[in-house]
């Protein structure tokens, strides 16, 4: 009995110690930048040599992928709860919930956001069960089980796969498989194309990118969404519009 108590008080010392590291990780991260996560700077931060540190984490890269994996949590659990707030509404609703949410959340921490989306990804933190890999497998999901659902109940316009250049359409289906087939490749494709647009303006917004043209990215974030419920063939609802409710 006593073995087991001292062995359970040292993994909430280890659980809360990594905890520690994590969230000094993402202070440098916040205030000085990626280049100032580096081990013995961490280590600093908690009070600990840097070979200290290697007995929490392997390398820098473990702890990378550790603190990745914290913020594809926290922004999956944010859109996550934005898309339960509208249980009883409408596809369109959710899914515009979900969407603007992920917004939120990448404008109010740009420093997370470029880590999760603009920084390369060392190979251990790209293997199949790795924290950073399941992380975003979470975060894909929020999106994936929706569109899914909605080709499911009431299926939306697709291209002809007879259409689409063959080296394009055996990676759709090979993703179609990879999902389990829940959308089909023509599917597939217009989940992705839609995915790749929504994705690809909020990196331009978040990493300034758009800031020679606009101060306030907020009504093209809102056209990109009109375009994509036209694309997914649901109705679009300006934010806080009752439209699309029930």
């Known amino acids: 009995m006593g073995t087991a108590v001292g062995t359970s008080r040292r993994d909430r010392l280890r659980q809360a110690t990594l905890e520690e590291i ?22 600093r931060e908690v009070g600990m040599s840097g ?14 992928g550790a603190v990745t994996a914290d913020f594809f949590r926290e922004l999956a659990e944010t859109m996550e ?35 999760i989306f603009a920084s390369p990804i060392a190979p251990p933190n790209q293997a199949p069960g790795s924290p950073r890999h399941q992380a975003g497998l979470r975060f894909e999901q929020v999106f994936l089980d929706q569109i899914a659902e ?55 917004e978040v990493l300034h990118q758009l800031d020679f043209a606009y101060s306030d990215a907020a009504p093209v ?12 063939g649901l109705d679009y609802a300006e934010e806080g519009s009752a439209a699309g409710e029930g």
């Open 221 to 232: 974030f809102e056209e990109c969404l009109r375009d994509l419920c036209a694309a997914l």
């Open 150 to 204: 909605l080709w499911t109940t009431r299926p939306f316009p697709v291209p002809d796969l007879a259409d689409l250049a063959p080296p394009l359409r055996r990676q759709l289906e090979d993703y179609s498989a990879a999902i389990g087939g829940r959308l089909p490749p023509e599917a597939a494709h217009v989940f992705l194309s839609c995915w790749i647009r929504l994705y690809g303006l909020l990196c331009m």
């Open 81 to 115: 709860a934005a898309r339960d707030s509208h249980a009883a509404a409408r596809p369109a609703r959710r899914l515009l919930a979900t969407c603007r949410a992920m917004r939120d959340w990448a404008v109010a921490h740009p420093a997370e956001f470029g880590w």
């Open 22 to 43: 994590r969230t000094a990780a993402r202070r440098l991260l916040v205030t000085q930048g990626a280049a100032a996560v580096t081990v013995n700077a961490v280590a």
């Open 51 to 64: 070979p200290a540190l290697y007995h929490y984490f392997s390398g820098l890269e473990e702890l990378v």
